[in-house]
């Protein structure tokens, strides 16, 4: 059997891996500090462990972080990084967005998804499987730019809330003190409206949210997901709107613009219906046509009015720039499906 990595562990797992190894309790700490905020990638490396310490620690954990296989680099300057997981022959991606003063990291928190939007390549994919913690985690901690971030959003691969235990781990990791100590305001989770595990992300952390719209209408949105049927937009609102977000924790919504679906005056208006009492922004979102997909994007113009019109009535909108599409790591981008195929 492989050896256990201790990347992705929390403070409290760490307490326990030094009790079982009958290492001081103060060890836990020290291995934290390795870990998460400097910069070396072996066991052998955490010198102010006892030789000991380490040899016990070596027996039966790896570091555990893994460098990127394969990078790209768009014209924009967004970078696209291949990582390989735990899962045999699986790979994830991860997009670098930099941006003037803001340095942005998509990072992926499965193997595909499973919940099959009709606009995404990674829903095209399929699931593969879950991350871990400590490949979260990896994503941030070996990118060659982590000292330039200032934003990590979980928009990669995969449904964040669908991996509730292992997301909300890394998000304790990369804010707690222990570990990389990164506000969490500067941290958001993004969702289609998996209701428990929204609820349970937003009573024990205190990142932001960000809730997949792309339709106010019922039918609509079950044609583009297929989650609608589970946890319809309506009763993601009212735990929404219920919930006090505080003064500095923010909610926002995706809304991608298909041509002649959900880019109306009619649009419009539901959208204000349904969102009344709750502050909030729409982060309005180009679509990058897919393969085998009879979806059109918006033209700018429709955008264009289509945030106005929404600006107009009180609720902050904005475009969001479209990066890194000449490299497939644009929004609703991101797949390994054909890595997949070339293993099996
Ligand atoms: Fe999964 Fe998100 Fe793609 Fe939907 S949009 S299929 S939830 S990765």
Redesign the pocket.
Known sequence: MGKEILLGKSLNELTQVVKDLGLPKFTAKQIADWLYKKDVTEIDQMTNLSLKARTALKEKYDFGTTASTKVQESVDGTKKYLYPTNHENKFIETAYIPDNDRNTLCVSSQVG?K???LF?M??KQGFQGQLSSGEIINQIRSLPERENLTNIVYMG???PLDNVPEVLKSLEILTSDYGMAMSPRRITVST?GIIPGMVEFLDNSECHLAV?LHSPFDDERKKL?PVQNVYPIKDVLKIIKDFDFGRQRRVSFEYIMFKGINDTAQHVKELCRILDGIKCRINLIRFHPIPNTPLDGSDDQTIEYFKDQLNKKGITTTIRRSRGLDIFAAC?LLSTKELVKQQE
Do not use: K, L, N, R
């Open positions: 998804c919940m099959g939007c995404c990674t829903g691969m995969g449904e289609i997949s997901m609703g």
